[in-house]
């Protein structure tokens, strides 16, 4: 190599910062460096000791200068040991680490499902309310209509009825029942309708009722001094015609066949009438109340005082002494009122 060589590796080297390792101290570096030779650059004594390489004297080696700073590289690589901290031989300590447990994942179950209410009770079918049967239309004009001729009488009366078909309860009758009894009497008896025995003989309350009937009024007028008995009073009905199965006379049947009992009441001028029923009542006086609370009292017909009581069917059905007692005190009080004065 040529000293032109080595300057410029020289110079290579001090740029890259080597340039501590060829400086020593100067009288070690004056001391070694022969005396003739003029002091040399820097440069001078690392190229001297290069072309003769001194004996290795490691407990000579200067202390490390300060670094110099250099224009990139600050650190030296060549003399600075790249690993000097022994390798460890063993594994850093590592926490112990707890095995990974998995938490159990709480999944719904896809085929649960959800809770549901108990289910109510089967309701038993409920049979349908049976409605009331709504009453029946009652005409305007429930009382009897004054059809009455001036010279009306029993007979003219019985004649305009002939073989009457006024009303539907002509298609079920065997016979009218116009009425029994004494035409003068001061008492007339009104009952509802025909029974099966009065429409076979055509006279009224011939049947069961008829004879308690009969013997109610002899009994009490018998027992309150009234000296009558059946054939001295007169008995009749609303309709005269029976009703199919006994049933109630319709409104319209007994405002038609109400004309010849209203003819008949004018015709024999009673002191008294005696109602025996609430259909009597109500077609004689258009009573609203029920029987039990018209019976014992005193109502009027046109100027006619008016009795209401029990109809003996009523007793037959209901056998109570205190209806019958009832009955009685009723009867009681209308032979008192028509017969007293007259006696
Ligand atoms: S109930 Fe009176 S109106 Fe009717 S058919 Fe007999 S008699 Fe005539």
């Given at each position: 190599m040529t000293p032109e060589e080595k300057r410029r590796q020289l110079e290579f080297y001090q740029d890259l910062g080597f340039t501590f390792l060829f400086r020593r101290p100067a009288a070690e570096a004056?001391?070694?460096?022969?005396?003739?030779?003029?002091?040399?650059?820097?440069?001078?004594?690392?190229?001297?000791?290069?072309?003769?390489?001194?004996?290795?004297?490691?407990?000579?080696?200067?202390?490390?200068?300060?670094?110099?700073?250099?224009?990139?590289?600050?650190?030296?690589?060549?003399?600075?040991?790249?690993?000097?901290?022994?390798?460890?031989?063993?594994?850093?300590?590592?926490?112990?680490?707890?095995?990974?447990?998995?938490?159990?994942?709480?999944?719904?179950?896809p085929t649960a499902p959800p809770a549901l209410a108990p289910a109510p009770p089967p309701v038993a079918p409920q049979p349908e309310p049976v409605l009331p049967r709504p009453?029946?239309?009652?005409?305007?004009?429930?009382?009897?209509?004054?059809?009455?001729?001036a010279d009306d009488s029993m007979l003219k009366i019985r004649e305009d009825i002939g073989d009457c078909r006024r009303c539907r309860l002509c298609e079920g009758r065997n016979k009218i029942v116009f009425g029994s009894g004494n035409e003068q009497s001061p008492l007339?008896?009104?009952?509802?309708?025909?029974?099966?025995?009065?429409?076979?003989?055509?006279?009224?309350?011939?049947?069961?009722?008829?004879?308690?009937l009969t013997q109610m009024i002899e009994n009490t007028a018998s027992k309150e001094g009234i000296a009558i008995t059946r054939p001295d009073i007169y008995i009749c009905n609303v309709v005269k015609c029976r009703p199919p199965e006994n049933r109630t006379p319709q409104p319209d049947e007994m405002e038609i066949c109400g004309q010849f009992?209203?003819?008949?009441?004018?015709?024999?001028?009673?002191?008294?009438?005696?109602?025996?029923?609430?259909?009597?009542?109500?077609?004689?006086?258009?009573?609203?109340?029920?029987?039990?609370?018209?019976?014992?009292?005193?109502?009027?017909?046109?100027?006619?005082?008016?009795?209401?009581?029990?109809?003996?069917?009523?007793?037959?059905?209901?056998?109570?002494?205190?209806?019958?007692?009832?009955?009685?005190?009723?009867?009681?009080?209308?032979?008192?009122?028509?017969?007293?004065?007259?006696?």
């Amino acid at each position: 190599m040529t000293p032109e060589e080595k300057r410029r590796q020289l110079e290579f080297y001090q740029d890259l910062g080597f340039t501590f390792l060829f400086r020593r101290p100067a009288a070690e570096a004056s001391a070694e460096a022969p005396a003739a030779e003029p002091p040399a650059a820097t440069v001078s004594a690392p190229l001297a000791a290069a072309a003769e390489p001194p004996a290795p004297q490691p407990a000579q080696v200067a202390p490390m200068a300060a670094p110099q700073p250099s224009k990139s590289v600050t650190a030296p690589f060549a003399t600075q040991p790249l690993a000097t901290a022994p390798l460890a031989t063993e594994p850093p300590a590592i926490a112990a680490i707890e095995p990974y447990v998995p938490e159990p994942v709480q999944q719904e179950s896809p085929t649960a499902p959800p809770a549901l209410a108990p289910a109510p009770p089967p309701v038993a079918p409920q049979p349908e309310p049976v409605l009331p049967r709504p009453p029946e239309p009652m005409p305007e004009l429930y009382t009897l209509p004054p059809l009455e001729p001036a010279d009306d009488s029993m007979l003219k009366i019985r004649e305009d009825i002939g073989d009457c078909r006024r009303c539907r309860l002509c298609e079920g009758r065997n016979k009218i029942v116009f009425g029994s009894g004494n035409e003068q009497s001061p008492l007339v008896f009104v009952g509802e309708g025909p029974g099966a025995d009065e429409d076979q003989q055509g006279l009224p309350f011939v049947g069961r009722a008829g004879q308690l009937l009969t013997q109610m009024i002899e009994n009490t007028a018998s027992k309150e001094g009234i000296a009558i008995t059946r054939p001295d009073i007169y008995i009749c009905n609303v309709v005269k015609c029976r009703p199919p199965e006994n049933r109630t006379p319709q409104p319209d049947e007994m405002e038609i066949c109400g004309q010849f009992l209203s003819r008949q009441l004018t015709v024999m001028k009673p002191r008294a009438i005696c109602c025996l029923g609430g259909t009597a009542a109500k077609a004689l006086l258009n009573l609203k109340e029920g029987i039990t609370k018209a019976r014992g009292q005193w109502y009027k017909w046109r100027d006619v005082p008016v009795m209401v009581t029990y109809h003996p069917s009523y007793l037959l059905r209901n056998q109570s002494k205190e209806l019958r007692r009832e009955a009685w005190e009723d009867l009681k009080k209308v032979l008192h009122f028509v017969y007293d004065e007259a006696q």
